[in-house]
């Protein structure tokens, strides 16, 4: 079973709609990601979580919203999806960096998202 | 913005061939990372280099930094169909990784 997991993998949903993506891990990592990619600007962070407790946003939160339930669980919101926001969308993971070092991070297999 | 700049933009190689991409960044790091996205799924990591390094090896891959230059280089040794793909460097800091734009490589048989 994939370490990272993505639900839904496609959505295609139309402007004004409220969406939800989610993310799942296994791994048993403390720090979650969320990513977004448009075609040659490589990744972007949307929002970024450190523990349960703990939201930050990234470069590109406008339009977004955050909610980490679990450990395991954390997931990404469009209030109100615009065509703008079409990507493709990907959760990560990293366990705590140690000497202040950020690590590598785990990948999901991406939500294709498609605003009409 | 992004911290990570790559170059080529695209490289196409004949298969056993080695395939060289560059990666410029802005500001100090902790570290730098490769990673590789086969097209449209999650990426993948491949190899890191600490600050305080100046050159790792990962099987047919080497890596180097200069941190003088602001600048890493990611080589490919005898490239296999299979090595087809995107490759983003990342620069870390103590919190997150910023990527950059990807080098798109195709090997061809």
């Known amino acids: 079973d994939a370490d990272v997991t993505q639900t839904p993998r496609n959505r295609i949903t139309k402007t004004g709609k409220r969406i939800m993506l989610e993310c799942s891990q296994t791994?048993?990592?403390?720090?979650m990601y969320w990513y977004r990619q448009d075609p040659g600007l490589g990744l972007r962070l949307i929002y970024y979580?450190?523990?349960?407790?703990?939201?930050n946003k990234g470069e590109i939160s406008d339009g977004y919203s955050v909610s980490r339930q679990a450990q395991a669980k954390f997931s990404l919101s469009l209030e109100s999806a615009i065509p703008n926001q079409t990507a493709l969308y990907f959760c990560?993971?990293?366990?705590?960096?140690?000497?202040?070092?950020?690590?590598?991070?785990?990948f999901g297999p991406g939500t294709r998202l498609t605003v009409l | 913005s992004q911290q990570g700049e790559e170059d080529p933009q695209a490289l196409s190689i004949q298969e056993g061939e080695n395939a060289t991409m560059n990666c410029s960044y802005k500001?100090?790091?902790?570290?730098l990372q490769w990673y590789r996205q086969n097209s449209g799924r999650g990426l993948v990591h491949l190899i890191l280099?600490?600050?305080?390094?100046r050159e790792k090896h990962s099987g047919r891959l080497r890596v180097t930094l200069d941190t003088s230059k602001k600048s890493s280089s990611l080589l490919i040794t005898a490239s296999r169909a299979a090595d087809t793909a995107s490759y983003f460097c990342?620069?870390?800091?103590?919190?997150?990784?910023?990527f950059g734009a990807g080098t798109t490589v195709t090997v061809r048989a």
């Open positions: 979580s450190f523990d349960v407790k703990d939201i």
């Open positions: 791994k048993g990592h403390d720090r």
């Open positions: 280099i600490r600050s305080n390094e």
């Open positions: 990342a620069t870390g800091d103590d919190y997150k990784l910023s």
């Open positions: 990560a993971t990293s366990d705590a960096p140690g000497a202040g070092l950020g690590d590598e991070q785990f």
């Open positions: 500001t100090s790091i902790n570290n």
